[in-house]
């Protein structure tokens, strides 16, 4: 008896039973009741022998009409990107009004425009055979994951008002929902690992050289993996990742990892176009940018420095949950047959 409706229902089946309108109101004052709901129920029971309300007239529609709706939705039709200040704008409707018909009338929703990785049927068949045997031959808790990134002086670029009106997210159009950037700022490649034990010193490439096998094997593989069965892992066993790049497929590339590391994940083995699979792309460089890049830096010396400290605060807690997401992600690509599962 805690709904409105239940209650009046109650009191009429009290007032059809032959208690008084002050007997109905002691017996049901311990459930909020007061004497004037008790009296306006059982008045309009007799006045229209219903518990329904009385039908109302009310004020006819002035900016919500059909014709403002079909103009809203034509130019959603042409142009989903518009916001609702420039619909506002355009049509002189307010903007509280243009919310409603989104809502209630059209029933849209704003989704983000957010960058997607290429996936041709090729790819796709290979993430569908190799999520598998990555998924029962490692331990996402053994292995190093590594990944390149460049990192820009801007600001990192805020999507929060970027909308793309649509029913739901398959209805929004590809070419509406990605986003590209055409200009050039000054830059540096950061390349990083991070595993279940902890991180590797985020470590910049030379600009202007070219990432090829031979400066990969001597600036990274020698210089800051080989150490780290001493260092970070302690003599433990652990794998190697690196994703499909040509300077990690090359053959000198796949001898030394042979050679030189426990184990390691091999070129035919790791999925190709792959960054939902990889915790530094699904998760870690997202952080790691948003914390460094903040606010533009001057120079690039200023963005190394806020990358080298930002990295290291970053809580090893965040950065196993993101390696623990891992065979989630594996079991979620091989269901949706190597297309996308985000």
């Known amino acids: 008896m805690e709904g409105t409706k239940e209650l009046r229902a109650t009191v009429i089946s009290l007032f059809k039973a032959g208690k008084k309108p002050m007997e109905i109101f002691r017996e049901l004052k311990i459930f909020g009741v007061s004497r004037n709901f008790v009296y306006y129920t059982i008045k309009r029971y007799k006045e229209t022998n219903s518990l329904q309300d009385r039908q109302r007239s009310g004020r006819p529609r002035s900016v919500r009409t059909p014709a403002n709706i079909k103009i809203i939705r034509e130019r959603l039709r042409r142009n989903p990107c518009r916001t609702q200040k420039k619909l506002a704008l355009q049509t002189d409707i307010s903007r509280v009004s243009i919310n409603r018909i989104l809502k209630y009338d059209l029933k849209v929703k704003a989704y983000s425009r957010r960058k997607i990785h290429f996936l041709n049927d090729r790819l796709r068949k290979l993430r569908r055979e190799r999520c598998p045997i990555l998924l029962r031959r490692h331990d996402a808790r053994k292995i190093l994951f590594t990944d390149e990134k460049i990192f820009t002086v801007e600001e990192k670029f805020n999507r929060q008002n970027n ?7 398959k209805d929004v159009p590809s070419s509406a929902r990605n986003v590209l950037r055409t200009h050039h700022p000054a830059c540096v490649m950061v390349w990083w690992g991070v595993s279940y034990e902890g991180v590797t010193p985020l470590h910049f490439c030379q600009q202007g050289v070219k990432v090829k096998a031979k400066n990969y094997q001597s600036d990274i593989l020698e210089a800051v993996v080989k150490p780290l069965s001493h260092t970070l892992f302690h003599h433990k066993d652990w794998v190697f990742q690196q994703d499909s790049a040509p300077s990690h497929k090359a053959k000198t590339t796949q001898a030394w990892l042979k050679e030189n590391v426990p184990a390691f994940i091999v070129a035919n083995e790791w999925p190709s176009s792959s960054p939902d699979l990889n915790p530094l792309d699904y998760s870690l460089w997202t952080e790691l940018e948003l914390r460094a890049c903040r606010k533009s830096h001057r120079n690039l010396e200023s963005l ?39």
Do not use: M, Q
């Open 304 to 342: 190394k420095r806020a990358l080298v400290r930002e990295a290291k605060r970053i809580p090893l807690e965040k950065i196993r949950a993101a390696i623990d997401e891992w065979p989630n992600r594996l079991r979620a690509c091989i269901k949706n047959k190597g297309g996308h599962f985000e």
């Open 163 to 169: 909308k793309v009106y649509a029913k739901s997210s």
